[in-house]
């Protein structure tokens, strides 16, 4: 039974089924977007893969590190306003959540950790990983929702 809610949260951590990848999300993006918001909303498309690299690091951290140290809703979890991403900023943050991705793969392939595990929030190492899952989902579908609004994706995306 364990072993099939490993594979499961593989797939949830994974996109795909019902939810969008990174990569479809961000394919063929427009990097004259990049620091661009769309219609009536205050971030950019930057600032919002930012955000979700933020969280899901966060939490990674949380899990893994003894000595974690929260940080500061919201502030820390949004870039500081009005800082314009570079080429590579982008690509580092679409780096940086793939890697921390990878390695919320690998802790969930291990047998030897305990899902059930207790949290100091008295939350599980799976609601945690759940979490991730469900903030990575909300705001990627979040991200082709407003690529549509702001017009930037072709008409093969829909």
Not at 42 to 47: H, P, V
Request: with cysteine; hydrophobic share 40%; charged share 25%.
């Amino acid at each position: 039974m364990e072993e099939k809610l490993r594979r499961e949260l593989v797939m949830l951590l994974s996109g795909g089924n019902a939810h969008m990848s990174l990569k479809d999300a961000t394919s063929d993006f427009p990097k004259s977007w990049m620091n661009k918001a769309a219609p009536n909303v205050e971030y950019t498309f930057w600032q919002l893969l930012e955000h979700i690299r933020i969280g899901q690091k966060d939490i990674l951290d949380y899990i893994l590190q003894k000595n974690y140290k929260p940080l500061e809703w919201p502030k820390d979890y949004w870039p500081v306003a009005g800082v314009k991403a570079s080429t590579q900023m982008w690509n580092k943050t679409l780096e940086s959540i793939q890697s921390d991705n990878k390695k919320l793969l690998k802790l969930v392939t291990d047998k030897k950790l305990n899902l059930f595990k207790l949290c100091p929030n008295n939350q599980t190492i799976l609601h945690e990983l759940i979490t991730i899952a469900d903030h990575l989902s909300y705001h990627l579908g979040e991200f082709a929702i407003l690529r549509q609004v702001a017009k930037n994706w072709d008409r093969k995306h829909k």
